[in-house]
């Protein structure tokens, strides 16, 4: 017969909970991406809700990981945050906004006009 002891309870916990967490941090920067392409900054004002952007998910984060570990990072629920973001962008990415996601392909040409300056 297993056992499941307290151990294998808590390490549970921490990974579902941090995978739930990835997945909030891809829907939290979907919405971001949303209203960047709604708002259509200038470059400071891109630069401003970046910053935002990146503050409020690392809060977001960082609650989230004081919830299932009181702020311990380990191995397994660093995996599963990672997992759950990749998850959520390989399955669901793009619900939100109904067409192709416009900040991945702001990046793309961001990446590309870098490309072709630097040759």
Sequence with gaps: M???????????YEV?????????????????CFVKHKAMPKKIGSFVMELLFWFAASLLTSA???KCAYGRL?????????????????????????????CLKE????AESSK????
């Design 2 to 12: 297993i056992t499941i002891t307290e151990l294998i309870k808590s390490q549970v």
């Design 16 to 32: 579902l909970f941090m995978f739930s967490a990835g997945i909030a941090f891809m829907i939290f920067y979907e919405i971001f």
């Design 64 to 66: 989230f990981l004081y």
């Design 74 to 102: 380990s191995f397994h629920a660093f995996c599963a945050f990672v997992f759950g973001a990749l998850l959520w962008k390989k399955i669901f990415y793009g619900i939100i906004d109904s067409g192709e996601s416009e």
């Design 107 to 110: 990046k793309l040409v961001e």
């Design 116 to 119: 072709k300056t630097t040759r």
